[in-house]
T-cell receptor, first 119, second 114 residues
Framework: NAGVMQNPRHLVRRRGQEARLRCSPM?????VYWYRQLPEEGLKFMVY????????ESGMPKERFSAEFPKEGPSILRIQQVVRGDSAAYFC?????????????????FGPGTRLTVL | AQKITQTQPGMFVQEKEAVTLDCTYDTSDPSYGLFWYKQPSSGEMIFLIY??????QNATEGRYSLNFQKARKSANLVISASQLGDSAMYFC???????????FGKGTTLSVSS
């Protein structure tokens, strides 16, 4: 029963390059979330996706960042033209289908994260 | 808007002692869920315990229990019989419905000594 998978675990890019981070949710989970953690801080929400749909991207910077969750394959977080300020840990989480309103939450299970370093 | 406040940047405890990590929250939504996650030095985020706003009983999971005081808007994590492996950063988080973002606090670093 594999958990949430993320790769690569560590990624080094030079300024101006592109970074692609991948996330495979837990089996049976159809919801994927991306979070960013800057050093010494808590996680900040970026984007929430279901298969082939972006549901909420309110936490994602408007420029250079994009995310997708295709019908087949992992979810991808893409950062174009990276800058030093993009250096952070990027976590993916997954949860099963939305539950009824009375039980309002599904636990989000996190992957091990991708540590992005921009030189 | 929802908010989580963790006022203890660091806590120190001896092995086998109990420790309480504080978490207060702010939300205008009557329906919400509270979570605690553990982040060891290796960096992964490990789910510990969940409390729903409508739950009548305080949540418990093994050595973890949640002291949920709704009127005070607090959801403190209690770890009984601390172990060296409990040394980690602990995050409290809130969400108001399934399929929405978790809002995290800044975390508390717990150090357990022998």
């Amino acid at each position: 029963n594999a958990g949430v998978m993320q790769n690569p675990r560590h990624l080094v890019r030079r300024r101006g390059q592109e970074a692609r981070l991948r996330c495979s949710p837990m089996k049976g989970h159809s919801h994927v979330y991306w979070y960013r953690q800057l050093p010494e801080e808590g996680l900040k929400f970026m984007v929430y996706l279901q298969k082939e749909n972006i549901i909420d991207e309110s936490g994602m910077p408007k420029e250079r960042f994009s995310a997708e969750f295709p019908k087949e394959g992992p979810s991808i977080l893409r950062i174009q033209q990276v800058v030093r300020g993009d250096s952070a840990a990027y976590f993916c989480a997954s949860s099963p289908s939305r539950q009824a309103r009375r039980n309002p939450t599904d636990t989000q299970y996190f992957g091990p994260g991708t540590r992005l370093t921009v030189l | 808007a929802q908010k989580i406040t963790q006022t203890q940047p660091g806590m120190f405890v001896q092995e086998k002692e109990a420790v309480t990590l504080d978490c207060t929250y702010d939300t205008s939504d009557p329906s919400y869920g509270l979570f605690w996650y553990k982040q060891p030095s290796s960096g992964e985020m490990i789910f510990l315990i969940y409390q729903g706003s409508y739950d009548q009983q305080n949540a418990t999971e093994g050595r973890y229990s949640l002291n949920f005081q709704k009127a005070r808007k607090s959801a403190n994590l209690v770890i009984s019989a601390s172990q060296l492996g409990d040394s980690a950063m602990y995050f409290c988080a809130i969400t108001h419905q399934a399929g929405t973002a978790l809002i995290f606090g800044k975390g508390t670093t717990l150090s357990v000594s022998s």
